[in-house]
C-alpha cells in the first residue's frame, strides 16, 4: 500500500513537473523577445561655457558666457531631445539625442577678454554669441539587477559633441588704443568631441502597486575631451503603455586649452513621456 501510495505521488508530481515546462519555456521565451522603449523630453538647462575665438589681423576674443534657463527659452530656435532603448534577455542598445540651436545676445556674457586680457570697463561692446549643439550618446547595456523592486544596467559606450559657436561683435572706438578697440566682424569656432563613457542606469520603484519609480542615469568619459560627465536622477509614474518621468540633468565637459573650447556644462529639469513596447 505504502508501495502504490509513493508510486502514485511520483506519477503526479511527473505529472506536474511535465505539465509546467511547457510554461517555463514560453516564459523563458518571452523574457528573450526583444523590447523597446522610445522616450521624447523637454530639457531646459542652463549653459556655462568658456571659449576663444581668433580675430583677423588681431588678437583672440575669450568669452565666457552663462545662459539661464529662461534666456534659453528665449532664444531657442529649434530643439529635439529623446531616447531609444532596445532589449533582448539581458543585452540591449541605448542611445540619446539632443540637439538645440540657440541665438544669444550680449546679456548673457559674463566676461570678455582679449588675448586673456580683460576689456576696460568703460569700452562700449556689442556682443552676440550664437550657439548649436548636438549631443549624441549610444551605447550596449548588459541588466546585472533585475528585481521588481530595483534595476540596473551596466552602460558602456561612446558620446559625441558637435559644437558650432558664432560670435557677432562690435567695440567701440573709444579706446583705439587696446587691441580691440574700434573692431567689428564675426568669428566661429566649431568642433566635434568623440568620447568612450561607461556608467550605470536603472529604475527603483516604489508604492503599493510598484507605479511610481525613480529613475537614475550616471556616466563617466574620455577621450578627445579631458573628462566628460554626467548624473541623471528624478520620480516617475509607470502606466501600462509606458510611464512619464521628470528629472535633474547635468553634463559636464572639460577640454584641452589647445582646442580653443575650454568648458561646457549643461544643468536643468527634464520632463519626459517614454512609449514601451
Given amino acids: 500500500m505504502k508501495h502504490t501510495t509513493t508510486m502514485a505521488t511520483a506519477c503526479l508530481l511527473a505529472a506536474g513537473v511535465a505539465g509546467m515546462l511547457p510554461a517555463a519555456a514560453q516564459a523563458q ?39 539661464s534657463r529662461g ?11 529623446g531616447t531609444l532603448e532596445a532589449k533582448k534577455g539581458k543585452f540591449g542598445v541605448w542611445t ?3 540637439y538645440a540651436d540657440l541665438g544669444g545676445d550680449k546679456t548673457g556674457v559674463r566676461q570678455i577678454n582679449s588675448g586673456r586680457i580683460p576689456l576696460p570697463v568703460d569700452i562700449t561692446s556689442d556682443v552676440r554669441l550664437d550657439l548649436e549643439a548636438w549631443i549624441w550618446t549610444v551605447a550596449g547595456t ?12 551596466l552602460v558602456g559606450g561612446a558620446r559625441l559633441l558637435d559644437l558650432t559657436a558664432k560670435l557677432d561683435y562690435s567695440f567701440g572706438a573709444s579706446v583705439l588704443g ?41 556616466d563617466v568619459g574620455a577621450g578627445q575631451s579631458q573628462l566628460t560627465w554626467q548624473v541623471s536622477a528624478g520620480v516617475g509614474y509607470q502606466f501600462d503603455w ?25 544643468n536643468g529639469p527634464t520632463i519626459g513621456v517614454a512609449f514601451s513596447w
Avoid: C, Q
Fill in 29 to 67: 521565451a518571452a523574457s528573450e523577445d526583444w523590447k523597446f522603449e522610445a522616450t521624447l523630453y523637454a530639457w531646459v538647462p542652463s549653459i556655462d561655457i568658456e571659449l576663444s575665438f581668433p580675430i583677423s589681423g588681431g588678437p583672440t576674443i575669450d568669452v565666457s558666457e552663462e545662459v
Fill in 71 to 81: 534666456d534659453v527659452l528665449d532664444a531657442l530656435n529649434m530643439y529635439f531631445a
Fill in 96 to 98: 540619446d539625442v539632443f
Fill in 142 to 153: 548588459y541588466n546585472v539587477v533585475a528585481e521588481p523592486d530595483y534595476s540596473l544596467d
Fill in 178 to 218: 587696446h587691441p580691440l578697440g574700434g573692431r567689428s566682424g564675426s568669428a566661429d569656432r566649431s568642433k566635434d568631441f568623440w568620447d568612450a563613457v561607461v556608467g550605470l542606469k536603472g529604475r527603483a520603484y516604489f508604492g503599493d502597486e510598484r507605479k511610481w519609480f525613480i529613475p537614475y542615469y550616471v
Fill in 242 to 266: 509606458g510611464s512619464v518621468l521628470a528629472t535633474w540633468r547635468y553634463l559636464d565637459y572639460d577640454f584641452d586649452s589647445d582646442s580653443k573650447i575650454e568648458s561646457l556644462s549643461l
